[in-house]
């Protein structure tokens, strides 16, 4: 059974920083590429970061680019969410997901993949 695991969410002050990881299990992390979403109250999920399995190329959202760094470790199985400088916009519950079949510059597409984490909670205090 395929399980992903997302933590490190909380509460920080603007100009604060988290770190969230995914904890995968039940899959080998190189056979996905990686992203995370985010939703805040009342708004739709926004794709924030993706690393592809060939070549661990990134893409970011451009709210997010020159904060937010993703990485993976597969020998740890998971993926991380280093967040700097954040912003009270960057608010909300944070899902990792991983798609087999290769998502390419369609990262942001939520229906791409395939496997979602329960998601962990990010508020950022003005």
């Known amino acids: 059974e395929v399980q992903l695991v997302e933590s490190g969410g909380g509460l920080v002050q603007a100009g604060g920083s988290l770190r969230l990881t995914c904890a995968a299990s039940?899959?080998?992390?190189?056979?996905?590429?990686w992203a995370w979403f985010r939703q805040a109250p009342g708004k739709e999920h926004e794709g924030v970061a993706c690393?592809?399995?060939?070549?661990?190329?990134?893409y970011y959202s451009d709210s997010v680019k020159g904060r937010f760094t993703i990485s993976r470790d597969n020998a740890k199985n998971t993926v991380t969410l280093q967040m700097n400088s954040l912003k009270p916009e960057d608010r909300g519950v944070y899902y990792c997901?991983?798609?087999?079949w290769g998502v390419g510059t369609r990262w942001y597409v939520m229906t791409l993949y395939d496997y979602w984490g329960q998601g962990t909670q990010v508020a950022v205090s003005s």
């Open positions: 997901a991983a798609d087999y």
């Open positions: 690393i592809t399995k060939r070549g661990g190329i990134t």
């Open positions: 039940g899959l080998s992390l190189d056979d996905y590429d």
